[in-house]
Structure formats: C-alpha cells, structure tokens
C-alpha cells in the first residue's frame, strides 16, 4: 500500500502584533485625553466639594474615627483601592489609617444578601459597623443603587457624615450625602477614571496632612 501524502498549505506570515490596531488604540487614546483634560477643567473650576471632601477625611481620621467604603462593580474595585492606599500607603512611610472597604467579605456579602436582600449588604455592615463620628464613603457612577442608597441612610441614622462621589447628574445618593463630589461626565468608564483620580487626590491629602501632625512613624 502507498502512503499518500497531504498537501500542506503555503505558510503565511502573521501580521506583527498589534499592528491591524494602532490606528484604532490611537484614536481611542487622542478621544480620551480630550475628555479627560476636558473634565479635569472642569473638575477644578468647582473644586469645593472636593476640598470639602478631604477637610472631613481628614478630620474624621485625626479625632480617632473610622472611614467605610462601599460601592458596586467598578466603584467596589474603587472601594477596596481608596482603602488600600490608607491601610497600606500611598506615597509616604507612616501609621496605617483605620478605613475599612465593604466589599471585600464574602461571607458576609452573600449571607446578608441571602437573609435579607442584596440592597442590605452594605446598609447592614454599616449599622454593625458605624458609630457617630465615623465616615461612609460611597462611590457610585449612577447615583442609584439601592444597596448604596441604604448604606447612606443607614450611616445618616447612625449620625456618620457621609461622603458620595458620582457622575455628574444629580441623584438620590447626593440628595442623601453631605457632601457629593460629581465628576463631570456621564459616560460610565470615564466616570469611573475620573473615580480614581479623585481618590489618589483625597489619599494625598489625607497621608499628606496626618503623618505630617505625627511626624511620619514606621508601621
């Protein structure tokens, strides 16, 4: 019997990589920068809240009280980043600040929102949690999701200051905050990139200001 053989396809050449993409990543990037110096503009044009933000962060963390974070999806990933930097550091050797993020505990998360509802899993940490003079941080894109909303009225009822930091529409999550940082864009990924300069800001002041009063300190 003759073995017949098989007839293999010319070889082609890839493309080098990427390369069918530059075009597009470039555009993608020349759009970007546009909307974020734009937003940054105007983020700095109405600075106040901000700065108010960063006055109360400050405080609450020198009188000896606590900061919670929460916040859904993207903004939960904000959540655990702000209070990654305080626990840890950001730029600077010094005491860990005591900032807590709600979203991290999957026991918890999944048996409240089992036994009581998803809207209760961050409302439910924050009435086991927050005492009067404490501080809840809530990011949210939408300004909407009931687990925020709760979490906010149930840090108002505790006598928590409560800090909101959203898009730029108005909400039902600002209309509860004492302070509502918006960034001004709609668009759900700038948002969330705006989200996170806002709290290298905030992380800056506040390690900036409190390991300057304590002169530093190794952990």
Same mark, same amino acid.
């Given at each position: 019997?003759?073995?017949?053989?098989?007839?293999? $396809?010319? /070889?082609?050449?890839?493309?080098?990589?990427?390369?069918?993409? +530059?075009?597009?990543?470039?555009?993608?990037?020349?759009?970007?920068?546009?909307?974020?110096?734009?937003?940054?503009?105007?983020? /700095?044009?109405?600075?106040?809240?901000?700065?108010? *933000?960063?006055?109360?962060?400050?405080?609450?963390?020198?009188?000896?009280?606590?900061?919670? =974070?929460?916040?859904?999806?993207?903004?939960?990933? &904000?959540?655990?980043? @702000?209070?990654? &930097?305080?626990?840890? %550091?950001?730029?600077?050797? %010094?005491?860990?600040? *005591? =900032?807590?993020?709600?979203?991290?505990?999957?026991?918890?998360?999944?048996?409240? $929102?089992?036994?009581?509802?998803?809207?209760? =899993? @961050?409302?439910?940490?924050?009435?086991?949690?927050?005492?009067?003079?404490?501080?809840?941080?809530? @990011?949210?894109?939408?300004?909407?999701?009931?687990?925020?909303?709760?979490?906010? #009225?149930?840090?108002?009822?505790?006598?928590?200051?409560?800090? *909101?930091?959203?898009?730029? +529409? +108005?909400?039902?999550?600002?209309?509860?905050?004492?302070?509502? =940082?918006?960034?001004?864009?709609?668009?759900? &990924?700038?948002?969330?990139?705006?989200?996170?300069?806002?709290?290298?800001?905030?992380?800056?002041?506040?390690?900036? &200001?409190? /390991?300057? #009063? *304590?002169?530093?300190? /190794?952990?």
């Amino acid at each position: 019997m003759t073995n017949s053989s098989l007839a293999l $396809a010319p /070889a082609t050449v890839p493309a080098a990589p990427g390369r069918p993409y +530059r075009d597009t990543v470039a555009g993608s990037l020349a759009s970007r920068q546009a909307t974020l110096a734009h937003s940054l503009a105007q983020l /700095a044009a109405a600075n106040t809240a901000l700065a108010d *933000a960063a006055a109360r962060l400050v405080l609450t963390l020198r009188t000896g009280h606590k900061v919670l =974070v929460a916040g859904n999806g993207g903004s939960a990933a &904000e959540a655990q980043h @702000f209070a990654a &930097e305080l626990v840890g %550091r950001f730029k600077r050797e %010094r005491l860990p600040y *005591a =900032v807590i993020a709600l979203t991290t505990d999957s026991s918890i998360l999944t048996a409240v $929102a089992n036994d009581y509802g998803y809207e209760h =899993v @961050f409302s439910r940490q924050v009435a086991a949690l927050g005492q009067p003079g404490d501080l809840l941080l809530a @990011f949210s894109t939408s300004g909407a999701s009931p687990n925020v909303i709760r979490a906010a #009225e149930t840090g108002r009822a505790r006598l928590m200051t409560v800090v *909101a930091v959203t898009g730029h +529409r +108005r909400s039902p999550l600002t209309r509860l905050s004492d302070i509502a =940082v918006r960034v001004p864009v709609s668009e759900t &990924e700038v948002v969330q990139e705006l989200h996170m300069i806002v709290t290298h800001i905030l992380c800056d002041i506040v390690e900036s &200001e409190l /390991a300057s #009063e *304590a002169g530093g300190g /190794a952990c």
